[in-house]
């Protein structure tokens, strides 16, 4: 019999090249009389061979779960950047990591959060992914959705989440990891789950058919964000980070396309 080759192996023997990303991210607030509410955060970190990406979604329930989500992003943004490598493996670098950022933003009480967060080691063209809650991930392109995170729940209604003292939480071990093969051509999305709430796999696949290689990162986590708003299934905070993979002899962002001439 022979040993199964890992994602990391089989790139190195096929002699391929690492892939590039371009990251923008986009946050819709439930009420647009009052976004400073949006209970929602995020970051994206690139240094060109390693990115990293997390959105959080702070529970309704627990009234300043606005600040520890905030503080949940900038503190696990500062530990990554710190200390992050991708030698070191992912399901373990992410609940150190996480445990770390969960300690610093202990200190704001009456808060709590989801969280998914994601690392792709663009050398071995993979992807590291955490979610505990109902906050998650997808790997989709122009032909749909080829991998995705499952909400982790205690019950409906009622996901895992960290939270600070006082609050109900659970342990940051909880939390679920796994790892996938990347190729160019595909679009990591992590979100809360006012985006999944409001459009289906399907639905987002069907997004990325029509709109994937036409404008910039940024454009279309705005664009995915707000048409998620627009369908009105459940009003909530909604927050996208999108990552493009592409091959480095690809320009980074689409052309602009050509105005017709009338």
């Not at 606005?66 to 696990?76: G, M, N, P, T």
């Not at 999305?189 to 459009?199: A, E, H, K, P, Q």
Request: some cysteine.
């Amino acid at each position: 019999s022979t040993a199964a080759m890992s994602s990391g192996a089989l790139v190195a023997v096929l002699g391929l090249a690492p892939l590039r990303v371009s990251i923008g991210a986009a946050s819709v607030p439930k009420s647009a009389i009052n976004p400073l509410a949006n209970q929602d955060a995020h970051f994206a970190l690139n240094d060109g061979s390693m990115a990293c990406l997390g959105v959080f979604d702070g529970v309704s329930a627990a009234p300043r779960s606005r600040a520890y989500a905030r503080k949940l992003a900038s503190s696990l943004s500062a530990e990554l950047s710190r200390t992050a490598t991708c030698e070191e493996a992912w399901a373990s670098q992410a609940r150190r990591c996480l445990g770390t950022a969960e300690k610093a933003a202990g200190a704001i009480r009456g808060g709590a959060s989801t969280a998914c967060v994601c690392r792709i080691d663009l050398d071995r063209r993979t992807l590291g992914s955490y979610n505990l809650g109902d906050s998650g991930f997808m790997v989709v392109s122009d032909k749909g959705v080829s991998a995705r995170s499952l909400p982790k729940l205690h019950r409906e209604g009622m996901p895992y989440q960290l939270a600070s003292r006082g609050t109900l939480s659970d342990k940051v071990s909880a939390g679920v990891t796994a790892s996938h093969s990347l190729k160019a051509g595909q679009y990591v999305v992590v979100c809360s789950d006012g985006l999944t709430d409001n459009m289906s796999p399907a639905d987002i696949g069907e997004f990325f058919a029509e709109f994937a290689g036409k404008m910039r990162t940024k454009q279309l986590a705005r664009r995915l964000a707000v048409e998620a708003q627009s369908r009105g299934l459940k009003a909530d905070d909604i927050s996208v980070v999108v990552a493009r993979l592409y091959d480095a002899d690809e320009p980074p962002t689409p052309p602009t396309p050509t105005p017709r001439r009338r």
